[in-house]
C-alpha cells in the first residue's frame, strides 16, 4: 500500500466566464482522511473535486500532494482514482474490460490484471457479473463496477463526486456503510463530494461546508454541527436546520418576542440587535415562556416537527412527545438556554 | 378493429411507395432477361424466354465493364478509407479540444457543402489539368474526397457530442491518453456514425457522374461512364445496359446491407445516451 496522500490547496479561484464559481479556497486534508466537501448544488464543491483530479484548470492558486506541486500535471499522472456522480463507465466493454481498462493502460500484465480485477471485484461483491456489459446493471451494480474500477489501481487519493445520489434510499444507506468500510480497509486518503448531510455526518472524519463559492467553515462533523460559526452555516447544517429568530439585548439581557430568556449567560458584546440560534430539538413546549402559535406538524413517526410561528416568522421544534395539538392552538415555548447561538446579523459571525 | 384498418391502410400506403421506388429496378431485371430484340417488341411480352446473355456480355467480351468496376472499387475504397482516416480525428477535435478559431472553421467545413456542384466542374478540370491529375486514380479521389470530407466530419462530430464527457474524463484519470481515449473510448462507441459515414461515402463515390464524366478518360473510367458503353448514335443496347447497370449495383448492395446493420445498432446506442447511465 501506498503511503502518504496529503492534499493541500492554496488560494484556489476559478472564474467560469465572468462569473467567479471558487473565491479563495485554501485547504488542508490530511493522510488517509474521509474527508468531505458538504454544500448545496452550485457552491463549488464539484468545482473543487474536478480541480483536484486535474479536469478544471485554475485561474490562480496552487494544489500540492504530498507537498509536490501538481498544479499543472495531467489527471493521469496525479495518481487520483475517482467515481463520477454518473459513474462514467464505459458501455461498450464488459464490467471485466471496464475495471482492467486502468490497469490495462498502466502497462500491467495479463495475468495479474485477472488477479486484481478479480480481487477488487469480490471487495464489492460484484464477482458474478463480470462478463456483463454496464447496460444489463442495475444502478447499484453500476456503482459497484465504478467502485471496483476506481481501488484496482490501488490509488493515493479517491474522490467520490456524489456517488450515492443515483441510488435509492434504501440502497445509500447500505452502501454507506460499505463505503465507510471500504475505506477502513484501503486506507487512502478520500474526498467525498455530497449536498447531503446526513451522509457528511455519518461517512467523514471531517469535512468542508461550501458556500457560493467559499469554504464556510472546516472542521469534524460534531464540531460543525455544535459549533457553527457563521449564520449560513448554521442556516445550512441540521435536518431541519437550526432557527434564527431575530433578538434584542438590553440591560444585559437577551429578549426574544418581548420575553426575556431566563438564565441565559450573554458574552460581553456593543450589538443591540442580534440573531438568536436554536436548534429544533432545543425548543421546548412548556406553560410559560415565548408565546407562540401552531402553523402545521409533521409526523415523521418516532418523533414529530411542530411548525410555530414565532414574531410573524416559522420557526421549527422537533419532539419525541405523541401528545397532539390542533393545528391554530396558542402555546408558549421554552429555549434550553445552554444551547442558543447568538450571531451579528451584519457580519454573520457568531459572538 | 381500427386499429386494424389503419395498420392495413399504412401497409397498403407504404406497399405503394416501395413500388414507386422498386418499379425500376424491377423493370430493369425483366429487360436485363431478354434478348434487344425483345426488349423493342410493342406491346411488351409478358411471356418470353429469358437468357443470361446480357450479363455475360457486360462481363466479359468488347463490352466488358470488369476494369471499370474495379476502377470504381479503387476509387470508392481508397475515398472512403481516406475519409475515414481523417474525419475521425478531424471530428474529435471540433468536437473536444479548445481550438483557436473552432467554430469558424466548423462553419467553413460546412459552408464547402453549400456550392453547387455545377459550378465547381469546370474549376476542378482546370486545377487537375494544371496537375496533371486528369484521368487519374488521386485525381478523382481528391475530387471526392472534397465532398464527402466536409459531411463526414460533421456527421462524425454529431456522434461524438453525444458520448458524455465524463467517460473521456475517466479514461484520463485512468492514464490513457488522448489518443488511446479516442481509439479505446470514443471509437468503439460512434461505431454507429462510422457505419453510417462508411455507407454514404462509398455510395456517393460509386454512383458518381458528373465528376466522373469531366476528370476521368481512357486509363481510368468509373463504371458509372460504363454505361455509356452501350448507348451509341445507332441503338441503345437496353438489355445490356440494364444488366450492366444491375451488376454495378451489387457492390453498394451489399455494402447497404452490411452497414444497415450497423446503422440500426449505432442508433440504439444513441437511444440509450451513455449506456452506462441510468
Redesign the interface.
Known sequence: MKQNGKIELRNITKYYGKVKVLDNINLEIKQNEFFAFLGPSGSGKTTTLRIL???EELDQGKIFFDDLDVTNT????RD???V?Q????????TVYENIS??LK??GIEKTEISELVKKSATKVKIQHLLER???QLS?GQ?QRVALA?AVV?QPKFFLLDEPLS?LDAKLRLETRVELKNLHKSLNVTTVYVTHDQEEAMTLANRMAVFLKGKIMQVGTPTNIFDNPKTLEVAGFIGNPPMNLIDAEISNKQLIIAGIKIKDYELKETNLKQVVAGIRPTDLNISNEGIPAKLYLTEQLGDSSIMNLIINNKIVKLKTMEKKQYNDGSNMFVKLNPGKIYLFDPKTGLRI | MNKKIRDSILTLLATFILLIWILPLIWSVFVSLKSEIEVMAYPPNIFFEPTLNNFRDAISGSLSIVSELADSLIIATITTTLTLLLSIPAAYSLARLNLVGKKKLGFYVLATQMIPPMGLVIPYYLILGKFGWLDTYHGMIIVYMTFSLPFAIWLMVSFMEDIPREMEEAAFLDKASRVKTLLYIIIPQVKGGIAVTTLFTFMNAWNEFLFAVQLSGNKVRPVTIAMYNFVSVEQTMWAKLCAAALIAMIPVIIIGIIGNNHIVKGLTLGAVKGGGRK
Not at chain 1, 86 to 93: C, E, I, N, T, V
Open positions: 483530479a486535474g479536469l495531467s489527471p493521469g499522472s487520483i482514482a475517482m463520477f454518473s459513474y462514467a463507465l464505459y458501455p461498450h466493454m481498462f486502468p493502460m498502466d456489459k454496464p447496460g444502478g453500476q474500477r489501481r443515483n
